[in-house]
């Protein structure tokens, strides 16, 4: 039997489909809860056998009663325990190839595993070990201290990082948890006892959720129980806290006679997810300078030749956010830099986006989601953005329904509401 063979038509071009026509789905996770009531949200998919969990605690910077207390604890679980010293703790995630990482954030703290799946048995009860019987060392606090500080004095020399520091600080106040920065007398004023109290307050007696990803074992929920489903997980009382913006809304500071750039920050106060107005300003901030082909990368990088990129986005805030346009240009350009992204908003603010644009810009955020679902790591970490904030998978769809149907006139509406020069903290550091 001779089978036929189909001829490819090598003169027709296959039809270009554009990404804002995609029909994209969040998949579902799978949520379980623990004896002790932890909530736990699972993704079972990919090819590999290799897995991810995440512990989130309500052990940020918001709830410490001294700076820098919640960052050093964090730190420091992976330092030593009454068993095991840091250097066999690091031997033993080692020996199975795995990757243990962990992060302080304004409102929460993680212990993050990267390992094979067939490793995860021999991995959890050291990580249990870590979350229950963490020593906080004085011997491993003074090396962190240390270090610490003199990774502040080589960061204090860069523009870029002084810039950072301080537009939080005229934004949201220094006694803000969003506007803390670290100062070497505050790793000074850290003490064991203090770790130990916020320790067992926040990660031993607190609150934690677990996100898990990857190719999950068929016994997952009886092993995530054995060793975490008996820990004690008690609410955590969030305090609101007030963010006191600074009276003034231009600065100019010195910082590096030699240098040769200048750090450019241009921020104003803005709402959080829950606003009907967020979904909607993330389109028009993907417009102005969200993405290599926005107005401000198009005028300030391609045209004027200011700086090598520009970028504007929302900050990743729970309770209040901030709109942050970011750079980086020589110091005899950094006024001109300002005011052209003052015309560019000036712009948005006259005149309407043309079809083509507004496409260019739909086709990038939809692609983008695209991209960002691309794999179960990729699609808990969108999970865990919602279910952190208090919102559910509402909030996607309606994202994907805003970039797909926002008009040019609802656009120049934020624009006149929001980007006005005048409600814009600018701040320049050279």
Request: net charge negative; aromatic share 12%; hydrophobic share 40%.
């Amino acid at each position: 039997m001779v089978e036929e063979i189909k001829t490819l038509e090598r003169k027709k071009a296959p039809a270009i489909v554009d990404a804002v026509d995609f029909k994209l789905q969040l998949k579902p996770y799978t949520k379980f809860t623990l004896k002790n009531g932890v909530e736990v949200y699972a993704i079972d998919a990919g090819a590999e056998e290799v897995m991810a969990i995440e512990w989130v605690y309500y052990a940020g910077n918001w709830y410490e009663d001294q700076n820098l207390v919640a960052a050093t604890v964090n730190f420091l679980l992976k330092n030593g325990t009454r068993s095991k010293s840091a250097f066999q703790i690091n031997e033993h995630f080692d020996y199975y190839g795995s990757y243990l990482n962990r992060a302080c954030y304004n409102e929460t703290a993680t212990l993050s595993l990267h390992c094979l799946t067939k490793h995860i048995g021999e991995l959890l009860p050291v990580v249990r070990e870590l979350l229950t019987d963490a020593v906080m060392s004085q011997e491993e606090l003074a090396i962190y201290q240390q270090n610490m500080k003199q990774k502040l004095k080589v960061s204090l020399k860069k523009n870029d990082f002084v810039a950072g520091r301080l537009i939080d600080v005229y934004l949201f106040g220094e006694q803000h948890p969003y506007g803390k920065y670290s100062k070497e007398e505050d790793f000074d004023k850290l003490n064991q006892q203090q770790l130990l109290d916020f320790y067992n307050q926040y990660y031993r007696q607190g609150k934690f959720v677990l996100f898990v990803a990857g190719k999950l074992p068929a016994n997952l929920e009886p092993l995530l129980n054995e060793h975490f489903g008996d820990l004690t997980s008690n609410a955590v009382t969030t305090q609101s806290i007030l963010s006191q913006p600074s009276s003034e809304k231009k600065f100019r500071v010195a910082n590096d006679k030699d240098g040769v750039q200048g750090s450019i920050r241009i921020a104003r106060p803005f709402p959080n997810r829950h606003h009907p107005d967020f979904l909607k300003a993330q389109v028009l901030n993907s417009l102005l300078g969200g993405f290599f082909g926005s107005r401000l990368m198009s005028n300030i990088r391609e045209d004027k030749g200011y700086t090598y990129g520009i970028h504007s986005y929302m900050q990743n805030h729970i309770h209040e956010s901030a709109w942050m346009i970011s750079t980086e240009a020589g110091k005899d350009v950094c006024e001109a830099t300002i005011q052209e992204v003052y015309k560019e908003m000036k712009d948005l603010r006259e005149e309407l986006v043309d079809d083509e644009e507004l496409l260019l810009v739909r086709n990038y955020m939809m692609g983008s989601i695209l991209g960002d679902l691309d794999g179960p790591f990729q699609i808990i970490a969108r999970w865990k953005n919602i279910i952190l904030n208090g919102l559910d998978e509402k909030y996607f769809y309606d994202s994907i329904n805003t970039i797909k149907t926002i008009t040019a006139e609802e656009l120049q509406g934020l624009a006149r509401k929001y980007l006005n020069p005048e409600e814009f903290y600018e701040l320049v550091v050279v």
